[in-house]
């Protein structure tokens, strides 16, 4: 039994002193990854745009998708937010001209007001998606230019109303500072390229004048010296023969 005890201690003490005698290992450094540059970093942008990097191309695509979702919906909203700020060029379109201002509403239901609608926004949606080929975008503005039927006056008008909508349709939340600045750098872009192919201003408008607004200015008689002279004279003569 002893002899047995022993050699069971004698077996457990070896395999205890053969763990010790093993070398500890060194814990193994973490290796440093360097991650591929990002698309957006590496991408430049063409000088002609008013963007310094291409983040800022990238903002304007995304905020972008949540129009395009419901486009011709968001084209008619703006384009009556448009006319009910400036209701007096509803006369450039014949097919809404008639239509009173406290009747826009009814432009929901009006094909021809969605397809006029969609004239601007389809040159915003072509330019957005060619920011990265400029030549291919500025086509588009010139492509779409003359069915806009729009004048340079319009065009700065009409800037409002869309950064407006884009604010609603993003919401707080993912309409930021940064947002609406890079859509009004991309808004100037278009107006510039725009009204290259456009009517400067609109047709001038004829002001009818009423005769009570017409302030007449006195008229100076004027004084005919010659028969003031031939009078004197005859005074004189008179004097003269009454004398003799």
Not at 53 to 78: G, L, P, V
Not at 197 to 211: A, N, R
């Amino acid at each position: 039994m002893g002899a047995i005890k022993s050699k069971f201690f004698r077996s457990k003490s070896g395999s205890r002193k053969s763990k010790e005698d093993k070398p500890v290992k060194e814990k193994k450094q973490k290796k440093k990854v360097n991650l591929p540059e990002s698309q957006s970093a590496r991408k430049t942008v063409d000088p002609r745009l008013p963007f310094s990097n291409y983040r800022q191309i990238f903002s304007i695509r995304n905020a972008w998708k949540a129009i395009q979702r419901s486009m011709e919906e968001h084209a008619t909203e703006t384009f009556m937010r448009f006319l009910n700020s400036h209701p007096h060029y509803k006369a450039k379109y014949s097919s809404i001209s008639g239509i009173q201002d406290g009747e826009l509403e009814e432009l929901r239901k009006n094909q021809d007001f969605e397809d006029k609608s969609m004239d601007i926004y389809c040159i915003f949606d072509g330019v957005i998606a060619n920011l990265e080929n400029v030549d291919k975008a500025i086509q588009e503005i010139q492509y779409g230019a003359a069915a806009t039927q729009f004048s340079h006056k319009m065009v700065k008008d009409y800037h409002d109303p869309f950064i407006e909508n884009i604010r609603l349709v993003l919401g707080s939340d993912r309409f930021t500072e940064t947002t609406e600045n890079n859509y009004k750098l991309l808004y100037g872009f278009i107006q510039v390229e725009l009204c290259k192919h456009l009517e400067e201003e609109d047709e001038p408008t004829v002001i009818e004048v009423s005769k009570a607004d017409i302030v007449e200015e006195p008229t100076e008689e004027v004084v005919d010296n010659t028969k003031i002279v031939a009078d004197t004279e005859v005074e004189v003569n008179l004097c003269v023969d009454d004398a003799s």
